[in-house]
């Protein structure tokens, strides 16, 4: 079936957080060591994220109890090695220094994402930027990548991919409810919650807005389980957009659904 819609994650995807996040993972160590009352966590810190780069499938991002993302890229990292290194902070003081330090984040595009972004536009899809970031953040780094046909580009930041949908607030949503409530995937310890219901509805409603289906739709993201995971199991067509850090689960998932896994540029093969 021929790509009417696009659904392209952000950072990471687009951007090399490797280079973006020094800046916000200074601060966000720095913050931690004052909240402590410690010169610096350097040590501790080392100590931890060897621990969680270790044993990846028993650390990462855990919302309402459930752990939702891997840590694959230097935010996902900072979020598990965080409260290891000050398991006396709670969540909200460890979440307000994540938010207060991520200003620190800089901008740094992979080399091929303008000449992709303008294969996409040029392509006559519709392009829709959805990422977890600010809006107004990722709007002023689109401007500064200044691609041809930047006017067409919908961006629909905030998405929250993270968050599990509770059971009821989706009920009677016959596609949302074809997605099963986990998946396990061969070598990785811990279930994929698949029902991320406010990425659910960013999709849904760009469905509607455009009318074209999951099936028209290809989603490139660098995280499976926040990014690909819910779109491959509601049909879409997927690209794994790799780092150093991906893990061989998250290949797997994509593999699963006839997804694709490759430099950005690969995913025009798509189209
Ligand atoms: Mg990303």
New binding site residues.
């Given amino acids: 079936m021929t790509i009417r819609t696009v659904v392209l ?5 687009c951007t090399d ?1 490797e280079i973006e996040a020094q800046g916000f993972l200074r601060g966000y160590k720095a913050g931690l060591a004052s909240l402590l009352g410690v010169p610096d966590v350097d040590d501790a810190w080392s100590t931890w994220e060897r621990k969680v780069l270790a044993a990846p499938s028993d650390h990462g991002m855990v919302i309402g109890g459930r752990m939702v993302a891997p840590p694959v ?1 230097l935010y996902l990292l900072a979020t598990a090695v965080g409260p290891l290194v000050a398991p006396q902070l709670d969540d909200a003081e460890t979440e307000r220094l994540f938010k207060e330090n991520y200003r620190f984040t800089e901008t740094a595009f992979k080399e091929e994402t303008k000449e992709v972004v303008e294969a996409l536009t040029a392509a006559g899809v519709g392009l829709h930027v959805v ?2 970031s600010d809006s107004g953040t990722v709007s002023a780094k689109l401007d500064r990548l200044a691609p041809a046909g930047r006017d067409g580009i919908r961006l629909h930041g905030n998405a929250r991919k993270f968050i599990v949908a509770d059971p009821d607030r989706h009920a009677g949503h016959a596609r949302f409810l074809s997605v099963p409530e986990t998946v396990s995937i061969d070598g990785w310890q811990r279930p994929v919650y698949a029902r991320r219901g406010l990425y659910f509805d960013a999709l849904q409603s760009i469905w509607e807005e455009t009318d074209t289906a999951p099936a028209e739709t290809l989603v490139i ?3 499976y389980e ?2 690909l995971a819910l779109p491959a199991l509601l049909g879409c067509k997927t690209h794994l957009v790799p780092s150093p850090r991906t893990l061989d689960y998250e290949r797997a998932g994509v593999a699963a659904h006839g997804g694709t896994c490759g430099p950005l540029r690969e995913a025009l093969g798509h189209l």
């Fill in positions: 994650d952000f950072d990471g995807t957080v890229d990422t977890n993201g660098d995280v926040l990014d």
